[in-house]
């Protein structure tokens, strides 16, 4: 006679707000009936309850929901609205979100003694034009390779000699090499890095060389025609051995006035090593709090002695390279999140550009002056949960002005029934939103952008996609058939079928049919471009 177990009642917890029927209530109390033996054997034991009840994702309360309804987000009425962080209102009605400063929080000169400050307006200062060149927004998708990378796309470079040379990192420790003037020539190096690819900087003397840190704790010197790839430096050389002592690498950047490299771990420390040896240097610093990410390292574009560094600590610090020690920085910029990237401006090297997870674009106009608050604090939505690359604000290095950068938004919008994320350019020196633009058949968000430092040129990485973006203006005149777009892995062998492979649990899937490209053009070419912008 097999023996039948027991186990303590299970209590289902439905979520309904109708009132019980007597029919109901006594079907309940009948399944509820317990025999005289399995009451003693259960006696004792508390009955185990299945919730059905929906929760909100934000404060796991029941009652509401909060997060994307199409194009829409809704808010948690617990918590402020999503995209300020301040209170009294919601993302849909945030004046922040349809102003067309972007919630632009201005802060007046202050007027210092500092000596530096007269340098800087009497020297560096005449170096900047004084007319204003106009913007010249790439706002038209002119070449792409669909599903590219086998995970999100963490990193983009281009080539600092070769104009159409693009390289990208993804999750998997990949390097992308893309020739997009020739757009079918592509090459994937998979045996470089074991995971995360998070930053990669060219090498100053050898254009064909370019330096990556990864999440596996080294840092590779890869040449770019054979993929052979050399190992400066391992922070793991016995393997794992638990996460209290993985360390992995972030930030990076190359000083090539001192030949080092410089990388930041996830422990707070900054480590150098010799591009002339190769060769670990010195002891590492800590920079940060002990125990959090340093996510990243920029040097000043004139004076490589200054190093502005950010992390999860909620600091971005500026360091004198010629005192780096624990403690010793210069000024600490604080913020109220996270601090996801952090540059000089690219010219000058007067201006401090940072991004937080606060919904926040800082801007300091100079850091000769006084820096205990930011000059602008301009609202942005880059807030996320999971599953993305960091947004980052990125300098326009064309851009004289110094006043022009580039960011991916987070928050979609409804665009003629489409839910999309637009790529916003803003003008920080006034937090106006000079363009916004979009594809149709981009529905992924694209979290890493990158201005081309000599053309007018967008590359962009949504998902595991790379897409090129050039003036309409600029794109007019060329030959519909030399706007081509590369499909890769499963999408290669079902073009004319809807894509339905295994998905990357870090991304949305990429939908970007070659086929339906041809339906939008053809159907809108008498109304106007099916990559759209709207300027303000």
């Avoid at 062998?493 to 295994?502: A, I, L, V």
Wanted: with cysteine; hydrophobic share 30%.
């Amino acid at each position: 006679m097999r023996r039948r177990s027991l186990f303590p009642r299970v209590v289902i917890d439905r979520d309904t707000e109708s009132e019980k029927s007597s029919s109901d209530e006594e079907e309940e109390e009948a399944a509820n009936v317990v025999s005289p033996e399995e009451e003693r054997i259960q006696k004792g034991k508390t009955p185990i309850t299945i919730s059905l009840k929906k929760v909100c994702k934000v404060c796991k309360r029941s009652g509401h929901e909060a997060g994307f309804r199409g194009a829409t987000y809704i808010d948690c009425p617990m918590k402020p609205c999503f995209l300020c962080k301040l209170p009294g209102h919601t993302t849909v009605t945030c004046p922040h979100r349809v102003a067309t400063e972007y919630g632009m929080h201005p802060a007046p000169h202050k007027n210092t003694t500092n000596p530096l400050e007269f340098v800087f307006q009497r020297q560096l200062h005449p170096r900047l034009p004084p007319i204003k060149p106009a913007h010249v927004i790439p706002d038209q998708v002119y070449c792409a390779v669909i599903r590219y990378h086998s995970r999100r796309i963490t990193c983009l470079e281009f080539h600092p000699t070769n104009n159409n040379i693009l390289l990208s990192g993804d999750k998997k420790g990949q390097l992308g090499i893309w020739d997009f003037g020739k757009v079918h020539e592509k090459t994937v190096y998979g045996n470089i890095h074991n995971c995360i690819l998070n930053n990669m900087k060219f090498n100053p003397t050898n254009d064909g060389s370019i330096y990556a840190a990864s999440s596996d704790g080294t840092i590779s010197c890869t040449d770019l025609e054979t993929g052979i790839s050399l190992s400066l430096m391992n922070l793991n050389p016995n393997g794992w051995e638990g996460p209290s002592s993985w360390r992995m690498l972030y930030g990076l950047d190359v000083n090539s006035e001192r030949n080092v490299v410089l990388v930041a771990d996830n422990f707070g420390y900054i480590y150098m090593a010799d591009i002339r040896s190769n060769n670990k240097m010195s002891k590492p610093t800590l920079i940060h709090k002990k125990g959090t990410k340093v996510v990243g390292l920029n040097c000043n574009p004139l004076q490589p002695d200054l190093l502005l560094s950010c992390g999860n600590d909620h600091f971005a610090r500026i360091w004198d390279m010629r005192l780096l020690e624990a403690g010793s920085s210069l000024y600490n910029l604080e913020h109220k999140r996270v601090v996801s990237s952090a540059y000089f401006s690219p010219l000058s090297g007067s201006k401090i550009l940072t991004t937080s997870l606060d919904n926040r674009i800082r801007v300091w106009d100079s850091i000769f002056g006084n820096l205990d608050n930011p000059s602008r604090e301009i609202v942005h939505s880059h807030d996320f949960n999971r599953y993305l690359t960091a947004f980052r604000a990125e300098w326009d290095a064309k851009d004289s002005s110094e006043s022009l950068v580039v960011i991916g938004r987070y928050i979609s919008e409804n665009y003629d029934g489409a839910a999309l994320h637009p790529i916003d350019f803003i003008n920080i020196s006034t937090g106006q939103l000079v363009a916004e633009v979009m594809d149709p058949n981009i529905t992924t968000i694209s979290s890493v952008n990158k201005l081309h430092p000599r053309e007018d040129i967008l590359a962009s990485g949504s998902s595991r996609s790379l897409f090129i973006w050039r003036p309409n203006k600029l794109d007019i005149a060329l030959p519909r058939e030399e706007k081509r777009m590369v499909l890769c892995g499963e999408l290669s062998k079902k073009r004319n079928k809807k894509h339905g492979d295994e998905s990357d649990d870090d991304s949305e899937n990429d939908i970007f049919i070659s086929k339906d490209i041809r339906f939008k053009q053809k159907k809108h070419a008498s109304k106007s471009s099916p990559y759209k912008s709207r300027r303000s």
